[in-house]
């Protein structure tokens, strides 16, 4: 009993500060892609999370009705369901039934109070600075940890907006906004509010590097050059790559030549394979071992990619 209660202590002692800069850089993880039966809404309403099953696109969410879990909107489960998907997502057996074993999380912190986010499919949250840190810390404190990838700002935003209470020695790897197609201006102000953070840009499908902004260099560099750029001016680390299924097709040499046209752009920095079929499986209720089979394809094709967040099988 003591030496249990010696590790818990250990295991809620983490400083995230303290986890090593190869351990952050090494992103493994599925933002839509696993499936908790006990945690899928009642349509078309939950009464009890709120979570929604059509959105205001008209569209059912096909993958969240049948359980997926969209890892950016984890702040709207109850501290409980909060616990069963840090469960499934490391120890829980996944594709192949083998655990999933994964150790890094992305989530969505910029908050608006009172609105449904994500086509209006999930319920309000929580703003506040308590709110935030208790929910990171859940990540960190479980048992395996979980590293969260931090969305620090919303698509109209052009400031981090995060509240003043929020610890952000909590977020060790930031990115500012989902697949925006410019980057410099939301890269400074990023940078300047998590000074000691890992930095990503995520690029929009088919676009492997930003357009020009108010903040960007004149003449802009196109390319490679502005990766170095970035790297100069913002210490950024790397690239969360997305690609596009609706345009490339299923077949994923498809999208390992994409990612491939695009290597002596990022090969400056760290590329991530990060959005491949998020969608696919959120809103067409694409499964876990299709999509475990597809990314692992793209990975093997593609042995320089940095770690996924679209789901895959963990190399030991």
């Known amino acids: 009993m003591a030496r249990a209660l010696l590790a818990a202590v250990l295991v809620a002692a983490l400083d995230p500060r303290s986890i090593p800069v190869e351990t952050l850089a090494r992103v493994a993880g599925d933002v839509s892609g696993v499936r908790i039966a006990a945690l899928a809404p009642k ?5 009890t999370t709120h979570i929604r099953c059509a959105g205001d696109n008209g569209a059912t969410a096909r993958g969240l009705v049948a359980g997926a879990i ?4 984890i702040g709207v489960y109850p501290p409980a369901g909060r616990r069963q998907i840090l469960d499934a997502y490391t120890s829980g057996a996944g594709a192949g039934g083998r655990p999933r074993g994964y150790t890094h999380m992305a989530v969505h912190l910029a908050c608006k109070p009172g609105a449904r986010t994500y086509h209006e499919l999930f319920p309000p949250r929580p703003c506040d600075g308590a709110f935030l840190n208790a929910l990171l810390r859940e990540m960190y404190d479980h048992a395996p940890p979980v590293i969260p990838v931090c969305f620090v700002m919303d698509d109209d935003a052009e400031a981090v907006q995060l509240p003043a209470d929020f610890d952000r020695s909590l977020c060790r790897i930031v990115v500012p906004k989902w697949e925006f197609p410019v980057a410099d201006c939301h890269l400074k102000a990023v940078r300047a509010a998590f000074p000691d953070a890992l930095l990503y840009w995520e690029n929009p499908a088919g676009q492997p590097a930003p357009k020009p902004d108010a903040c960007s260099p004149s003449p802009f560099p196109e390319g490679r050059a502005w990766f170095q750029h970035a790297k100069t001016a913002y210490a950024l680390r790397g690239v969360l790559v997305e690609t596009d299924m609706r345009v490339l097709g299923a077949d994923p040499a ?18 991530v394979l990060f959005e491949t079929d998020i969608y696919q499986k959120f809103w067409d209720g694409r499964t876990e071992a299709e999509s475990v089979a597809y990314n692992d394809a793209i990975l093997q094709r593609v042995p320089w990619l940095k770690g996924f967040t679209s789901g895959g099988t963990i190399r030991r």
Do not use: N
């Open 43 to 47: 349509c078309p309403e939950d009464p």
């Open 70 to 73: 969209f890892t950016a909107a």
């Open 254 to 271: 498809a999208a390992a030549r994409a990612i491939e046209q695009a290597r002596e752009v990022w090969q400056d920095v760290d590329a």
